[in-house]
């Protein structure tokens, strides 16, 4: 019918294994996103990531983090990256 319209999510292909973080704990500088990661010694490190799409309000990071890095989060103090 004329002036119907409706908003439709397709998710293409299917991820394997993926790091998944929360949301909340990704932040924008400019054009690049990063996360803070708890290092060995207790210090905070920015590192850069690269995402993909979101899952509920988890992101799909393509790059930059390994799996169990440390991911400080607004939310939480620290949170373990799941794969």
């Known amino acids: ?3 119907l319209y ?3 999510q397709l998710v293409g292909g299917r991820d394997e294994r ?3 973080v929360d949301g909340k704990a990704v932040l924008t500088d ?3 996103r990063f996360v ?3 290092s ?3 210090r905070t490190m920015r590192r850069d990531v ?3 799409r979101d899952i509920d309000s988890q992101r799909i990071v393509t790059s930059g983090l390994r799996d169990g ?3 400080c989060s607004a939310s939480t103090s620290t949170s373990l990256v799941r794969s």
Do not use: N
Request: charged share 20%; no cysteine; aromatic share 4%.
């Open 50 to 52: 690269t995402l993909s």
């Open 30 to 32: 400019q054009d690049h």
């Open 36 to 38: 803070y990661v708890l």
């Open 6 to 8: 409706a908003r439709v």
């Open 1 to 3: 019918m004329p002036g």
């Open 69 to 71: 890095d440390r991911v």
């Open 18 to 20: 993926a790091l998944l």
């Open 40 to 42: 060995e010694g207790g």
